[in-house]
Structures are given as C-alpha cells and as structure tokens.
C-alpha cells in the first residue's frame, strides 16, 4: 500500500503484516494516533494494563509461548521507564519483544521537553537494538529491521521510539512482508567430531534449554539423548526444556538443585550445552562449570556466534538453530553410542522430586506441591517470579512441554501475575498458575484487574511469610540474628482478589489446601489461594534456625 496515511495507521498496519495479533499497553497521549489506527483494527487484541511493568512483563511472556516478538506501546518519560523490567528481562532471557514508546515531538527534542528522554541511548545497554523514527516514511523498515532483530542469532528485546507528531504525519509509505528467522543448520563436520567425542566420553552430560528452544528441539533432542542413555539436565528457569517424564531427565540447575545433580556435571568427562548461555545462576556463580573448566571437554551449541567463546573456553563450538542441530542429531547413526547414566540420573531425580512431608509446619509446600500434581494436567502452565517461595515448585512440579514454565531467569519480582494473564490470553485452552511470594505479589498484583477484564481463567497462589524471604535467608546466614529491613506487613491477600472481582480462600494448614485446591479449580475466572506459611522454613531443605547456628 503506497496511499498516503497516518504514521499510526502505517505502524498498526506493518504490525498486521508481520503477524502482530495482541499488543499489551498502558494508553497515553503520546501515542494517541496508534490508539485511533487499533480502532480499525479487530484482529490485534489490545489489552490495556494498570502499569507499565506489568504490561511490558506481559508482552515477554507472550514472546516466551509464541517465539515471535511480544508487543507493548508505552508512553514516554515515567511509562518507558517502568517498562524497562521487561526489557531486562526479555533479554537475560533471549525472549523476542517489542517495545514501542511514544516521544516528544521532533521539535521539542534535546529541550528537556515533558518527559524527555534520550530512549536509544537508554536502552541501548538492555536491548538488543534501540531507534527512534523520525520518518513515517521509514516504518515499514524500521518494523521490518526489529522484528528480524528480535527473532535472529539469540532472540531478544528490540526498543523503538515514536515521535508524536511524526504519527501524525500523512505520507506515502511502501509496506514490507513478514519476515521469518533465518535458519542456521548445523555444520557436518562440527556433528561429525562431536560423535567422536561422544564416543571417546565416559561420563557425558547435556545441558539444554534457553535461546531459540522450541518444541521441534524439545522432540527431538530427546529422541537423540533417549536413544542413547545420555542424562539431560537443564539450565535454570529452563526446566521444560524437554519433559520430566523423559528417561533421561537428570533435572534442573540453578538454586536448590539436587546434590546427586551436581555431582553429576562435577564428574562429567564431557559437557554438550544446547542452548543455554551458561549463566551465574546455572553454573552456580561460575563456580560448578568454571570458565576454563579443566579436565572437561565442552561443546557448546548456541544460535549466536557472539555467545560463543565469550565468557567460556569451548572445545568446540557449533553456531547452529536449537531446532535444526537437535533433528540432525537425531538422525544420526549412533547405535554405536550407549550410556547407562540417563537412567541412573533419572531415578536420582525422581526421588529428589518426591515431597516427603514434615510433621514440625502446619502448612507444608512440598505436599501441596504433590497435590496439585495429582489435580491439576501435565500441561499446567505455572508463571513465578523471583522468591524462595519458587523453591518448591522448581524441585517438587513435573513441568511438561515446552512453554509450560514462564520464569525470569533475571531473578526479577513481580513476574508472576502478569506473566499468568499473559498465559491465560494466549493458551485459554491450558490451566494456568501464577505463584507469588507476599513481597513478589504486591509488585504487580493490580495486574489482577488486567485479568478480570480480560475475563481470563487463572489461579494464583500467594505464599505469605511476612518477609522478604530470599533476603532474609541471606541476611541470617550473613548477619545472624539481626534482622533488618525484611519484614513485611500484609493486607489480606484473599478479600483483595474478592475486591478485584475474583474467587478467595486463605489456607493455613497442609491438610486444608487440597480441598481448597479443588474449589478454586471449579471456578471459571479468577482463582486465589492465600498461603500462610512460617519463614521458619524458608526453603524445601533449610530452616532459619539453622542457618544462624554458628
């Protein structure tokens, strides 16, 4: 289309071109003529949100299930600067998303005008890319250029700035099509030498999960580890990177990981990392895979040739599509390869997994944990944040296929709730679980508004221990018996979900929640289930008195 038409109507239109069909925001004035094109527009879902955090956290959970960019307008100064949580998140956790921000107007620029911010400059740190267009003219190929950014090498946040006045500009402008990731294949001879290292390994161990995972990866990279007995574990906040249920599944690394596991990528002789970065929270501060790493092969496997090399010495590097090198791989003739440690590794885990209930707490997570197993399917989509609280379902949750865990590996507050809207909108046909500690839910519990409008089903379980949990276990360990600036003081979680417009109960005992459980499964909105729980114990495996015993 080349008649003339508004900067807003131009940019709504190349979002319907490259497939946009929901964007998250919080209106302004800013970016009114965006607003007025969405008008006309019924086949984008606009879901108006309470703050800009929650909007933005929604939109990389929409990019986390869909793998194509999630979308949310903000507007200038406060809005984009509530937004940058999101930002931050989307790229510690190569998810794609867009955030358009609406600016001042070209002429006010470099005045200090009303919520003048330098964007590009801001987000240049936190983004994958950052622009402002300064000619609607220009924004077919600027959409174009951020959608490609968003979704090529390691998928991550693109920014783009929207003067208000150039939205309002009525030019001629050409549209561009869709465009579509580029495949990487795998290069043969880089498969053919890490047969052969398989093949010389007595004690290999793959770890996977992160940039570019999708379910053609989780198949059949599980096929080729099936097929071979090799122990699959994965990197933290990745856990249904291939499924629990699998032979092979060794489990999850991060915080509070089974000690067997451990061990395990200790005496690995060889390390396959598909997918992962090797982050500080799955290799345990670069402490349990040292950057040097000696006396341990590594081959890592990542889209981005920029990740690889960076940080650790690798063995061999193969710059491949998730997807493409795990089908290769499980085409391969490897009958030659056997390993007897995926299934040892396995039944490590499941007994790791089995809550064993404690007779000293009156309201116990493990086995509320198991009922909700029992209750609830194996598709279950459970979103969390950051918090000890996530300790239990992190060790005790089967998580299933891919896309059934939305967790910020960033350690971000408050992503829990938006992320389960976000859940609920794009796969209503799912059971969706957003957790919340008591400090994590009160970051962006007024998301709970966003939900009920959106006449979304959802539950959410607030765990309550009257503090800042993680800190508090930091700050006995470190400064015991002086606590300071952790405890919190609560509303009621349950009559706030009934002022919202939702379904409540408050749950103080172990034996209360499965019944509980099965009440608020039967509702066919918003669920939510107040957990009092005692700080006391403050992970699956530690109490706070004996963490200060010295």
Same mark, same amino acid.
């Given at each position: 289309?080349?008649?003339?038409?508004?900067?807003?109507?131009?940019? =709504?239109?190349?979002?319907?071109?490259?497939?946009?069909?929901?964007?998250?925001?919080?209106?302004?004035?800013?970016?009114?003529?965006?607003?007025?094109?969405?008008?006309?527009?019924? #086949?984008?879902?606009?879901?108006?949100?309470?703050?800009?955090?929650?909007?933005?956290?929604?939109?990389?959970?929409?990019?986390? !299930?869909?793998?194509?960019?999630?979308?949310?307008?903000?507007?200038?100064?406060?809005?984009?600067?509530?937004?940058?949580?999101?930002? *931050?998140?989307?790229?510690?956790?190569?998810?794609?998303?867009?955030?358009?921000?609406?600016?001042?107007?070209?002429?006010?620029?470099?005045?200090?005008?009303?919520?003048?911010?330098?964007?590009?400059?801001?987000?240049?740190?936190?983004?994958?890319?950052?622009?402002?267009?300064?000619?609607?003219?220009?924004?077919?190929?600027?959409?174009?250029?951020?959608?490609?950014?968003?979704?090529?090498?390691?998928?991550?946040? =693109?920014?783009?700035?929207?003067?208000?006045?150039?939205?309002?500009?009525?030019?001629?402008?050409?549209?561009?099509?869709? $465009?579509?990731?580029? $495949?990487?294949?795998?290069?043969?001879?880089?498969?053919?030498?890490?047969?052969?290292? &398989?093949?010389?390994?007595?004690?290999?161990?793959?770890?996977?999960?992160?940039?570019?995972?999708?379910?053609?990866?989780?198949?059949?990279?599980?096929?080729?580890?099936?097929?071979? #007995?090799?122990? =699959?574990?994965?990197?933290?906040?990745?856990?249904?990177?291939?499924?629990?249920?699998?032979?092979?599944?060794?489990?999850?690394?991060?915080?509070?990981?089974?000690?067997? &596991?451990?061990?395990? $990528?200790?005496?690995?002789? !060889? @390390? @396959?990392?598909?997918?992962?970065?090797?982050?500080?929270?799955?290799?345990?501060?670069?402490?349990?895979?040292?950057?040097?790493?000696?006396?341990?092969? !590594?081959? *890592?496997?990542?889209?981005?040739?920029?990740?690889?090399?960076? $940080?650790?010495?690798?063995? &061999?590097?193969?710059?491949?599509?998730?997807?493409?090198?795990?089908?290769?791989?499980?085409?391969?003739? *490897?009958?030659?390869?056997?390993?007897?440690?995926?299934?040892?590794?396995?039944?490590?885990?499941?007994?790791?997994n089995t809550p064993k209930p404690r007779e000293d707490v009156a309201l116990d997570l493990g086995p509320c944990v198991g009922v909700m197993?029992?209750?609830?399917?194996?598709?279950?989509?459970?979103?969390? #944040?950051?918090?000890?609280?996530?300790?239990?379902? *992190?060790?005790?949750?089967?998580?299933?296929?891919?896309?059934?865990?939305?967790?910020?590996?960033?350690?971000?507050?408050?992503?829990?709730?938006?992320?389960?809207?976000?859940?609920?909108?794009?796969?209503?046909?799912?059971?969706?679980?957003?957790?919340?500690?008591?400090?994590?839910?009160?970051?962006?519990?007024?998301?709970?508004?966003?939900?009920?409008?959106?006449?979304?089903? @959802?539950?959410?379980? =607030?765990?309550?221990?009257?503090?800042?949990?993680?800190?508090?276990?930091?700050?006995?360990?470190?400064?015991?018996?002086?606590?300071?600036?952790?405890?919190?003081?609560?509303?009621?979680? +349950?009559?706030?979900?009934?002022?919202?417009?939702?379904?409540?109960?408050?749950?103080?005992?172990?034996?209360?929640?499965?019944?509980?459980?099965?009440? +608020?499964?039967?509702?066919?909105?918003?669920?939510? &289930?107040?957990?009092?729980?005692?700080?006391?114990?403050?992970?699956?495996?530690?109490?706070?008195?004996?963490?200060?015993?010295?």
């Amino acid at each position: 289309m080349t008649s003339n038409r508004t900067g807003g109507r131009i940019l =709504v239109d190349q979002l319907v071109a490259q497939g946009c069909d929901r964007i998250f925001c919080v209106p302004g004035e800013s970016y009114l003529a965006v607003l007025d094109a969405l008008h006309d527009s019924p #086949g984008i879902d606009l879901v108006v949100c309470r703050q800009e955090g929650g909007a933005a956290y929604m939109a990389e959970a929409d990019g986390k !299930l869909t793998g194509k960019p999630g979308v949310c307008f903000v507007t200038r100064g406060p809005g984009a600067t509530n937004a940058t949580v999101g930002v *931050h998140t989307a790229m510690q956790d190569s998810t794609p998303m867009i955030l358009f921000i609406g600016d001042v107007a070209r002429e006010a620029k470099d005045r200090e005008g009303f919520q003048e911010v330098d964007f590009p400059a801001m987000f240049a740190p936190l983004a994958k890319w950052a622009a402002k267009i300064d000619d609607a003219r220009r924004i077919p190929e600027y959409v174009a250029r951020a959608y490609a950014v968003a979704m090529s090498g390691r998928p991550g946040p =693109v920014v783009l700035a929207l003067p208000e006045d150039m939205l309002i500009d009525e030019v001629e402008a050409i549209d561009r099509p869709s $465009v579509a990731r580029p $495949v990487q294949p795998p290069c043969c001879e880089a498969l053919g030498t890490l047969v052969q290292l &398989l093949k010389d390994a007595a004690a290999p161990l793959a770890i996977v999960g992160g940039a570019d995972w999708d379910d053609r990866a989780a198949h059949y990279f599980a096929q080729f580890a099936e097929g071979i #007995g090799l122990p =699959v574990a994965t990197a933290f906040r990745r856990q249904d990177a291939i499924l629990s249920g699998s032979p092979v599944y060794a489990g999850n690394l991060g915080y509070g990981p089974n000690p067997r &596991l451990i061990e395990r $990528v200790k005496a690995a002789d !060889l @390390l @396959l990392v598909v997918g992962p970065r090797l982050g500080e929270a799955t290799t345990d501060g670069y402490t349990l895979i040292t950057p040097d790493h000696p006396d341990q092969i !590594l081959v *890592h496997v990542h889209p981005d040739p920029n990740e690889l090399q960076s $940080v650790y010495r690798t063995d &061999l590097p193969i710059c491949a599509d998730m997807p493409e090198f795990a089908e290769t791989m499980a085409d391969w003739e *490897h009958d030659i390869l056997s390993f007897k440690d995926g299934a040892e590794a396995h039944a490590e885990w499941l007994e790791w997994n089995t809550p064993k209930p404690r007779e000293d707490v009156a309201l116990d997570l493990g086995p509320c944990v198991g009922v909700m197993r029992e209750a609830m399917p194996a598709d279950t989509i459970i979103c969390n #944040g950051a918090g000890n609280y996530s300790g239990w379902w *992190h060790r005790y949750w089967r998580y299933g296929k891919r896309g059934t865990q939305l967790a910020p590996t960033n350690g971000s507050m408050g992503y829990g709730i938006p992320a389960g809207v976000a859940a609920a909108l794009r796969r209503p046909e799912q059971r969706v679980v957003a957790l919340a500690g008591d400090g994590c839910f009160l970051m962006n519990g007024q998301e709970l508004a966003t939900a009920v409008a959106q006449g979304a089903r @959802l539950l959410v379980i =607030v765990v309550d221990n009257g503090n800042y949990g993680t800190i508090r276990m930091h700050q006995e360990r470190e400064y015991p018996g002086r606590v300071s600036g952790t405890r919190l003081a609560n509303p009621d979680f +349950a009559a706030l979900a009934r002022a919202y417009g939702g379904w409540a109960e408050t749950v103080d005992r172990t034996e209360d929640f499965a019944p509980a459980l099965a009440r +608020a499964l039967e509702q066919p909105g918003l669920a939510l &289930l107040h957990l009092r729980t005692d700080i006391e114990q403050i992970t699956p495996a530690a109490t706070l008195s004996g963490m200060n015993r010295r």
